[in-house]
């Protein structure tokens, strides 16, 4: 099964350093997601991406957040100016279609922790 | 506000056995359900979608009641490798917003 590729696996930090988490989604996907999810909490929605702009963000992603296509394959999230309760498990995710008529298809994940 | 809310357990049951887990969320207007599978500190799987007529794949019934606001997970004959976190997903309405429950742990013992 095809797969969603997230690096770096763990991402340690500093407090208001930079940090950029990398994702290449499935490639003939066309939709391109964010999510996170603190320890022992829910999964939380960031941002959707498509056709190179977000089509939707919650409340979560704020203007230290934001994200990026560089090129053809690479999806990626960058916090401008961590905070501690920026400490999650950030899941990247694609589809080929809308959610709500193809899979979701999440990448393993990159653990950060900002100290 | 789109809430979906879980028993988070733990479910504690032994091979073989069937289990149930409910969930229910707070807009009626949502407009697609799903049933999600997390592994400890793993991503989350989609299990199966949820449709108001039942839908079944082999072990797995999920079941949607709109009038209750009520989704369900039936497992029987549960393995050992049913063992995981059971995230119930309501799809918000928006492209990729997708709103998940904190999970109802299993653990199926030998």
Not at chain 1, 18 to 41: A, D, K
Not at chain 1, 75 to 102: H, P, Q, W
Not at chain 2, 56 to 64: I, M, S, V
């Amino acid at each position: 099964e095809p797969e969603v590729t997230q690096t770096p696996s763990h991402q340690v930090t500093q407090m208001g350093q930079e940090v950029i988490l990398r994702c290449v989604p499935i490639s003939n996907h066309l939709y391109f997601y964010w999510y996170r999810q603190i320890l022992g909490q829910k999964v939380e929605f960031l941002v959707s991406f498509y056709n190179n702009e977000i089509s939707e963000k919650s409340e979560i992603f704020d203007d230290q957040f934001s994200v990026e296509r560089p090129d053809g394959s690479n999806f990626t999230l960058k916090i401008r100016s961590t905070k501690l309760e920026d400490s999650a498990m950030y899941f990247c995710a694609s589809s080929e279609g809308t959610v709500t008529n193809e899979k979701l298809f999440f990448g393993s994940g990159t653990q950060l922790s900002v100290l | 506000r789109k809430e979906v809310e879980q028993d988070p357990g733990p479910f504690n049951v032994p091979e073989g056995a069937t289990v149930a887990f409910n969930c229910t969320y707070s807009n009626s207007a949502s407009q697609s359900f799903f049933w999600y599978r997390q592994d400890c500190r793993k991503e989350p799987k989609l299990l199966m979608s949820v449709y108001s007529s039942g839908n079944e794949d082999g072990r797995f019934t999920a079941q949607l009641n709109r009038a209750s606001q009520y989704i369900s997970l039936l497992i029987r004959d549960s393995k050992l490798s049913d063992s995981a976190t059971y995230l119930c997903v309501g799809y918000g309405g928006s492209q990729g917003n997708l709103i998940f429950g904190k999970g109802t742990k299993l653990s199926v013992k030998p």
